[in-house]
């Protein structure tokens, strides 16, 4: 966390919160509350509403969870250890996305380390059955984490009854909430709870729709509005690429394989077709990446995005669908304040050019592709989320692959880099206005980006353009173009049903090791290649005549990266090459009459 975000004259011994949550924030090195947290945290023991803004990144699940927990903890050393009151679940916490129930439920396990069982919390936001999940909250657990629609679920079909237990609603990216269209379920889900109850709404903006749900769930709340320091919006560095479709293909190829970035990167790219073509053409020069969409098991998802902040991957192609749930729409724009980016309205947009093999298959697996393409949308997690809320750490690079449909889902997308105080930098690769796009933008890029542009000219900041010159990687065009016809419309749809038959299966062994047996996921990979056979020996390296004296993007420090690739031989012979005299001493084991009778035949 960096200092800036910390509040160096508080400490989390000073809220006066529970020794056990002391001993595990201790134990996660944690001394100083952030700003939201020691602003909010007093506020929730004291009982009052909170409404509070706070940028991604500055401690906000913190903010609720420790009141929560500290609160629960007090009630049950007041009452005695045989009385049925301890048994009441009087948390909820409300989150938009599967991703960040997974991720809520992980916190606060980490934070009631040293309880005991004194504190359950479940997550039903799985996409498990309701019957199976009832007799979880038959049990009733200390804490529910879901999504809206999964609980007012529950609370119709009377599996969890909370209009006498509930102390305490908590509604996490509060803004993101609405925009997934769950408006309906919110005020579904407050008819079941009790008319007295402590409610506390976070997010990282505040607009219209944010305001309709403070006057529905708060009364006279507290109101934390922590501004955003301008110089940290100085530590995110965004540039722009104008190019051609078939430009995208190579520019990423060459900045991967250059590493013309350094550290670790996600590629967004707009549909889940589009991930899967962008990852097999990546693996045609061994440059290994995971992809993370909708279709994958939560599982797997989440096992995905902690083996990244590990360190264990460099690349994740995320697949942002979250314009397509409503959040770039017309009507989203309308209930945005000045806070907030503009919105694009959504338009059809016709198919992009790929090479010529793509093309060929694309004619013919059109009317084939709509079929399939509807049975898809049934397949997809609808609650699915990873341009917002996911913490992401240690992210040096965003590269927008596919220019996102609104300016909102932009912010939100570079949002993922640059955090708590740290440096990074966005890429944008923008078809040019007469390119047509065969990805799901339904619109120009160009002009969404001249939106976008300006908006953050409004902001204070600048998208760059990266220059470079484009004859310096004229030399890798053949590479890249010899890959891309590797990459038809059949073999996207085999990669995609091979890669979801995998994942299967690494969920069902996630499921079952998840607890038992942490150490075995270890040996799980998400980044395997998918069609191997296909790969070119002569692709995995790139010899010395083609490196282009390119520089590096420079990150926000003002330090460019400098592509570190040498020349490696194909038929690598062993040893070190240098020619040495033979010699003379006798081999052990040889005799040397022998030998020496072998020299006076010749």
């Given at each position: 966390?960096?200092?800036?975000?910390?509040?160096?004259?508080?400490?989390?011994?000073?809220?006066?919160?529970?020794?056990?949550?002391?001993?595990?924030?201790?134990?996660?090195?944690?001394?100083?509350?952030?700003?939201?947290?020691?602003?909010?945290?007093?506020?929730?023991?004291?009982?009052?509403?909170?409404?509070?803004?706070?940028?991604?990144?500055?401690?906000?699940?913190?903010?609720?969870?420790?009141?929560?927990?500290?609160?629960?903890?007090?009630?049950?050393?007041?009452?005695?250890?045989?009385?049925?009151?301890?048994?009441?679940?009087?948390?909820?916490?409300?989150?938009?996305?599967?991703?960040?129930?997974?991720?809520?439920?992980?916190?606060?396990?980490?934070?009631?380390?040293?309880?005991?069982?004194?504190i359950t919390a479940v997550n039903i936001a799985n996409n498990s059955p309701?019957?199976?999940?009832?007799?979880?909250?038959?049990?009733?657990?200390?804490?529910?984490?879901?999504?809206?629609?999964?609980?007012?679920?529950?609370?119709?079909?009377?599996?969890?009854?909370?209009?006498?237990?509930?102390?305490?609603?908590?509604?996490?990216?509060?803004?993101?909430?609405?925009?997934?269209?769950?408006?309906?379920?919110?005020?579904?889900?407050?008819?079941?709870?009790?008319?007295?109850?402590?409610?506390?709404?976070?997010?990282?903006?505040?607009?219209?729709?944010?305001?309709?749900?403070?006057?529905?769930?708060?009364?006279?709340?507290?109101?934390?509005?922590?501004?955003?320091?301008?110089e940290e919006s100085s530590k995110l560095v965004q540039y722009v690429v104008?190019?051609?479709?078939?430009?995208?293909?190579?520019?990423?190829?060459?900045?991967?394989?250059?590493?013309?970035?350094?550290?670790?990167?996600?590629?967004?790219?707009?549909?889940?077709?589009?991930?899967?073509?962008?990852?097999?053409?990546?693996?045609?020069?061994?440059?290994?990446?995971?992809?993370?969409?909708?279709?994958?098991?939560?599982?797997?998802?989440?096992?995905?995005?902690?083996?990244?902040?590990?360190?264990?991957?460099?690349?994740?192609?995320?697949?942002?669908?979250?314009?397509?749930?409503?959040?770039?729409?017309?009507?989203?724009?309308?209930?945005?304040?000045?806070?907030?980016?503009?919105?694009?309205?959504?338009?059809?947009?016709?198919?992009?050019?790929?090479?010529?093999?793509?093309?060929?298959?694309?004619?013919?697996?059109?009317?084939?592709?709509?079929?399939?393409?509807?049975?898809?949308?049934?397949?997809?997690?609808?609650?699915?989320?990873?341009?917002?809320?996911?913490?992401?750490?240690?992210?040096?690079?965003?590269?927008?692959?596919?220019?996102?449909?609104?300016?909102?889902?932009?912010?939100?997308?570079?949002?993922?880099?640059?955090?708590?105080?740290?440096?990074?930098?966005?890429?944008?690769?923008?078809?040019?206005?007469?390119?047509?796009?065969?990805?799901?933008?339904?619109?120009?890029?160009?002009?969404?980006?001249?939106?976008?542009?300006?908006?953050?000219?409004?902001?204070?900041?600048?998208?760059?353009?990266?220059?470079?010159?484009?004859?310096?990687?004229?030399?890798?065009?053949?590479?890249?173009?010899?890959?891309?016809?590797?990459?038809?419309?059949?073999?996207?749809?085999?990669?995609?049903?091979?890669?979801?038959?995998?994942?299967?299966?690494?969920?069902?062994?996630?499921?079952?090791?998840?607890?038992?047996?942490?150490?075995?996921?270890?040996?799980?990979?998400?980044?395997?290649?998918?069609?191997?056979?296909?790969?070119?020996?002569?692709?995995?390296?790139?010899?010395?005549?083609?490196?282009?004296?390119?520089?590096?993007?420079?990150?926000?420090?003002?330090?460019?990266?400098?592509?570190?690739?040498?020349?490696?031989?194909?038929?690598?012979?062993?040893?070190?090459?240098?020619?040495?005299?033979?010699?003379?001493?006798?081999?052990?084991?040889?005799?040397?009459?022998?030998?020496?009778?072998?020299?006076?035949?010749?």
């Open positions: 966390m960096d200092d800036k975000l910390l509040d160096k004259k508080a400490t989390f011994q000073a809220l006066d919160l529970d020794d056990r949550l002391l001993r595990a924030l201790g134990r996660m090195k944690l001394v100083h509350p952030t700003l939201v947290q020691a602003k909010a945290i007093p506020l929730a023991l004291a009982g009052k509403d909170v409404l509070a803004r706070a940028k991604t990144g500055s401690g906000k699940t913190a903010a609720f969870c420790l009141p929560i927990l500290h609160k629960i903890l007090a009630t049950k050393d007041a009452l005695p250890i045989n009385s049925e009151e301890r048994k009441k679940t009087r948390a909820l916490i409300l989150v938009p996305t599967r991703e960040l129930a997974e991720q809520v439920t992980k916190y606060i396990a980490d934070l009631v380390k040293f309880c005991g069982k004194e309701l019957h199976i999940q009832a007799p979880l909250l038959a049990e009733c657990p200390d804490i529910v984490v879901s999504t809206p629609a999964k609980i007012l679920k529950h609370l119709v079909s009377k599996s969890i009854v909370l209009s006498l237990t509930l102390e305490t609603l908590v509604i996490d990216e509060a803004d993101l909430v609405l925009s997934f269209g769950y408006e309906d379920d919110i005020k579904g889900i407050v008819s079941h709870l009790p008319k007295i109850h402590q409610s506390m709404l976070l997010s990282a903006t505040l607009n219209k729709g944010v305001e309709s749900l403070k006057r529905l769930i708060l009364s006279k709340p507290a109101i934390l509005k922590l501004e955003d320091d301008k104008r190019c051609t479709e078939e430009d995208k293909f190579l520019l990423i190829y060459v900045i991967l394989k250059l590493r013309l970035i350094a550290g670790k990167c996600i590629l967004f790219v707009n549909d889940i077709d589009r991930s899967y073509r962008l990852k097999l053409f990546l693996e045609q020069f061994s440059i290994k990446a995971c992809v993370l969409n909708s279709e994958l098991p939560l599982n797997s998802r989440y096992h995905i995005v902690e083996e990244f902040n590990r360190g264990v991957y460099d690349y994740i192609i995320a697949t942002d669908e979250s314009d397509k749930m409503g959040e770039g729409d017309a009507k989203a724009d309308a209930d945005t304040d000045d806070e907030e980016m503009e919105v694009v309205e959504e338009t059809a947009a016709p198919e992009e050019p790929v090479a010529s093999a793509a093309k060929d298959d694309a004619k013919k697996e059109q009317a084939k592709g709509k079929k399939e393409s509807k049975k898809r949308k049934r397949s997809q997690d609808k609650e699915y989320g990873v341009s917002r809320g996911i913490d992401f750490k240690g992210v040096a690079a965003v590269i927008n692959f596919d220019f996102p449909l609104s300016a909102r889902a932009y912010t939100h997308r570079v949002g993922r880099t640059a955090r708590a105080g740290r440096r990074g930098m966005s890429l944008s690769l923008v078809a040019k206005e007469d390119i047509k796009t065969q990805s799901s933008g339904h619109q120009k890029e160009e002009e969404i980006f001249g939106r976008v542009a300006a908006q953050q000219r409004k902001n204070g900041s600048e998208i760059q353009p990266y220059k470079f010159d484009m004859n310096q990687v004229e030399g890798f065009r053949y590479r890249s173009n010899d890959a891309m016809r590797l990459v038809t419309k059949s073999t996207i749809r085999e990669a995609r049903i091979k890669e979801i038959k995998n994942e299967i299966l690494n969920s069902e062994k996630l499921k079952a090791h998840f607890e038992d047996r942490p150490k075995d996921l270890q040996f799980l990979r998400h980044d395997k290649a998918l069609h191997p056979s296909q790969v070119k020996p002569h692709m995995k390296h790139i010899p010395q005549y083609l490196v282009p004296k390119i520089a590096g993007i420079a990150q926000a420090d003002g330090i460019a990266t400098t592509p570190n690739v040498g020349f490696v031989p194909f038929n690598k012979k062993k040893g070190d090459g240098k020619r040495r005299k033979p010699s003379r001493k006798p081999q052990k084991g040889s005799d040397p009459l022998k030998s020496l009778g072998k020299k006076r035949r010749k």
